[in-house]
């Protein structure tokens, strides 16, 4: 089959690589139909996640059609569409019985930094990843949620991560009626955040991303206030001046380990790797929240430590709330606001394109050209 494969920091390519097979009862085998890259591949790509092993396939976002199940499968037969989400999970550990299924014991040898992820390194697994033709589903009978008559498979493949992942952000911020909700990052998780903070009461979103056509991307789809950092001295003093100088309600980190805006945070972070990637978007929101007020993490950090402020945060008594999406908690209630109209995921895809142009693809989304804010892949 072709898949991506990773090289190495900055290269990755297009190889044949052997077909996926069963190797447990409980295994199905999947043809990708589409697959997306993902702002935290870019993690990956950049060489900044531990123990990304040369030969893995990225890709956590990914739908297809079930060509082979193991024989303990129950649930899935061959033909079947599905979409499947990022998690790998076992469904009956003690925090999969609690729907924390982003923190499965059962799936990852190093289950105490983390759960399963598809093609995320060996730290969340060493699980190969969709962008590929083919794929190996582990735990088949508990993951996969079979796409119903109807849905695009458009939307569908943006329901394994990006929406629920946005909508997870903004329900951890614990948004509460008129509140001020900040979105730092305008990829497609801050913009399914944005738009989330709307639904659950927000009085007021303002979306913080540098670049021009992201920020007007997100005016359009989360009709949401924006701000240019490249035009303020100080973050923290330009949101209290926003609101009545008490500070946001709420603040999420949409961005992750590769923000800008501080160019300490970026050779400490991303150049030399002495913290887990730049913690400038963490000081942000720690200082931009109010006294009392809620930080929503997202954005993708590794399981080593990072410089932040957490004084500031126990003396302005924050609630700090962050992790992987527990994906089956959200795909059904997010697949019903689909059905409903209520949103058109699909409208953030930018680009669709076939397996072979993505390694030039990659350098696109990370330079951030050609108004690229949604990868689609079709293998």
Known sequence: MLAMNYRGPYRVRCATKSDPVIEHDGDAIVQVSRSCICGSD???????????????TFGHEFVGRVVEVGPGVRTLKPGDDVLVPFNVFCGACFFCQRELYGNCHNVNPEATAAGGIYGYSHTTGGYDGGQAQFVRVPMADVGPLKLPEGLSIDDAVLLTDAFPTGYQAAEMGSIDEGDTV????AGPVGLFAAKSAWWMGAGRVIVVDQV???LEFARRFAHCETIDFRQVHDMAIHI???TDGLGADVCIDAVGCEAAGNALQHLTGVKLKLQSGSATVLHWAINSVRKGGTVSIVGVYGPTFNFVPIGNAVNKGLTMKSGQTHMHRYMKPLLQKIEKGEIDPSFIITHKIPIDQAPEMYKTFRDKKDGCIKVVIKP
């Open 42 to 56: 870019l993690h990956l790509y950049h060489g900044l996640v531990p123990d990304t092993r040369v030969g893995t």
């Open 182 to 185: 900040v979105v730092f990052g």
């Open 212 to 214: 021009d056509y992201r």
């Open 240 to 242: 209290k001046k926003l």
